[in-house]
């Protein structure tokens, strides 16, 4: 059972929802690198607000409880947990924020924008790294049209740092079926050398800063050597007017009977679990 929940702000939590501008050379960077960062979207005190409550709903609904050492490599790189908002209603004005969909279509280049889902990505003390991957292996939505926004909630130093991008990337579409795993790390990283793909990364982020990329990138992350909790929080967005694939993969049928349930393929990706969040 779903409850709906406002898009806007509950109780004492700040909203979010006033847009800012993006620089043309921001927008720039995203259409020809298919990642791009942009510093300070939200506001230490707004960042503080939030943080905990992430935390705790992070806590409550990971998907892998297990002691960090009983976990595969895709587990030991981070605790995840994902649909937030709608499992903790008060994390809606962050998932929802008007001000980070905007961003997201400036980005895209569209009109109005989607959320597909939130997911915290928590790479704990110890934690692994991040393999290679693709995230738009999971999604069947019809479009290159879709975006990550990923947010640390504390200061990330250099030593973990923020991902690694394979510039020019998101070209290249669909590169095979590569869940999360040993494998995908393993051939990517042949790809990107055969390719010549450029790496390049933000490095060290301060809370509320994010960096942006496109569905189809390659990215990965360090591992966390310090003792510290890496918490982030992404948001994936698409454009409003995304179809579902027609022909599903493999990889894309848990999402297509989460995300898009009640959604046949072909048909808008659209409805209640998939708000416009922009305009
Ligand atoms: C990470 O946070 O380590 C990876 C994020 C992602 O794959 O989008
Ligand atoms: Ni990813």
């Known amino acids: 059972m779903c409850h709906m929940t406002e898009a806007t ?3 004492d939590l700040p909203a979010m929802d006033d847009p800012i501008w993006v620089e043309a050379a921001t927008i720039e960077e995203f259409r020809t690198k298919g990642h791009a960062c942009v510093r300070s979207l939200c506001r230490p005190d707004e960042v503080d607000a939030y943080r905990p409550v992430i935390h705790e709903a992070t806590l ?8 960090l050492e009983e976990r595969d490599t895709y587990g030991k790189a981070f ?6 908002w709608r499992r903790a209603p008060r994390i809606a004005g962050f998932s ?6 905007k961003v997201a279509a400036d980005l895209l280049g569209v009109e109005g924008v989607r959320i597909y889902h939130d997911q915290a990505l928590f790479k704990e003390a110890g934690g692994g790294a991040t393999p290679w991957h693709q995230d738009q292996h999971y999604w069947p939505l019809d479009t290159e049209s879709t975006i990550t926004m990923w947010m640390p909630l504390v200061d990330v130093p250099p030593e973990v740092g923020s991902m690694t991008f394979a510039s020019g990337s998101h070209r290249l579409g669909y590169l095979g079926n590569y869940p999360i795993s040993d494998e995908s790390e393993a051939a990517f990283r042949t790809m990107i050398d055969e390719r010549g793909l450029a790496l390049e990364t933000y490095g060290a982020m301060a809370a509320g800063d994010t960096t942006w990329h496109a569905g189809w990138m390659l990215h990965s992350a360090a591992p966390n050597p310090t003792g510290n909790l890496r918490a982030v929080m992404t948001v994936i967005y698409f454009a409003d007017g995304t179809r579902v694939s027609p022909e599903p993969t493999e990889g894309q049928q848990l999402d297509l009977s989460i995300w898009l349930k009640g959604c046949e393929p072909g048909e808008l990706a659209a409805g209640h679990r998939l708000p416009l969040v922009w305009p």
């Open 9 to 11: 702000t509950v109780d």
């Open 60 to 67: 409550e609904h990971a998907w892998d409880q297990r002691p």
């Open 79 to 84: 605790l995840q947990a994902t649909n937030l």
């Open 96 to 101: 929802l924020a008007k001000r980070f969909g």
